[in-house]
């Protein structure tokens, strides 16, 4: 599975969006890009996925380069709640693929 | 979404003791769960694929004899900790994957954790 890099912390003013990047260059035709989230002591959390159409649901909105080197997740309204580690994962998406975590991103919201 | 349950939710034993942790999925049948450990302050790291009716696959540098996997059911992996001791103090977390019949639709769902402190 192709490597990811993130920041490793940034931090973002509540009630405004917060856009975490990740790079995957080397990204295969196959795989898809996933963001997981994990708030302290607790199991991570899926937040979205794509291939390579930017996607939107409740949480959050992805958004792949063309070249689909790089993305963004972007939180639209960052709550205090948002406050937690962010992983990019990119993964082949058939049954039972593991999901190898990268040291992610620590997003601080602050009011 | 789908929900996965770990127990105990935290455990202390003492060093020399095993420790055996349940992972259920709950409204969904999982032929494979993995399992995860993470330090504090460090991404969480694979230890190894638990498979429905065959044996695990566990990741390089974990020792199988240490770290017994049992998946007994579709909706059931058990994790035990042979022989504790202090340095295997941590936080286990396991996943589950489901299935929505499209390649695309392949979230994991985690399940909240146990924290086992050895003493």
């Known amino acids: 599975d192709a490597k990811t890099t993130q920041p490793p912390s940034m931090d973002c003013a509540e009630g405004r969006a917060a856009n975490l990047p990740c790079n995957h260059s080397t990204i295969s035709g196959n795989e898809y890009v996933y963001w997981y989230r994990q708030i302290h002591s607790q199991g991570p959390q899926y937040i979205i996925h794509?291939?390579?159409n930017n996607e939107t649901n409740e949480m959050a909105s992805l958004i792949i380069t063309e070249d689909r080197k790089s993305s963004t997740l972007i939180l639209p309204h960052a709550t205090l709640r948002d406050t937690a580690v962010y992983y990019c994962i990119v993964r082949r998406s058939e049954y039972g693929n593991k999901l190898v975590f990268g040291a992610g991103t620590i997003l601080r919201v602050k009011s | 979404g789908a929900v996965v349950s770990q127990h105990p939710s935290w455990v202390i034993c003492k060093s020399g003791t095993s420790v055996k942790i349940e992972c259920r999925s709950l409204d969904f049948q999982a032929t494979t769960m993995f399992w995860y450990r993470q330090f504090p302050k460090q991404s969480l790291m694979l230890m190894a694929t638990?498979?429905?009716?065959?044996?695990?696959?566990?990741e390089q540098g974990v020792e199988k004899d240490k770290f017994l996997i049992n998946h007994a059911s579709l909706t059931l992996s058990t994790l035990t900790v042979t022989s504790a001791h202090p340095e295997d103090s941590s936080f286990y977390i396991c996943?589950?994957?489901?299935?929505?019949?499209?390649?695309?639709?392949?979230?994991?769902?985690f399940g909240p954790g146990t924290r086992l402190t050895v003493l």
């Open positions: 638990s498979n429905e009716g065959s044996k695990a696959t566990y």
């Open positions: 996943s589950a994957p489901t299935s929505g019949g499209q390649s695309s639709y392949n979230e994991q769902f």
């Open positions: 794509g291939l390579k």
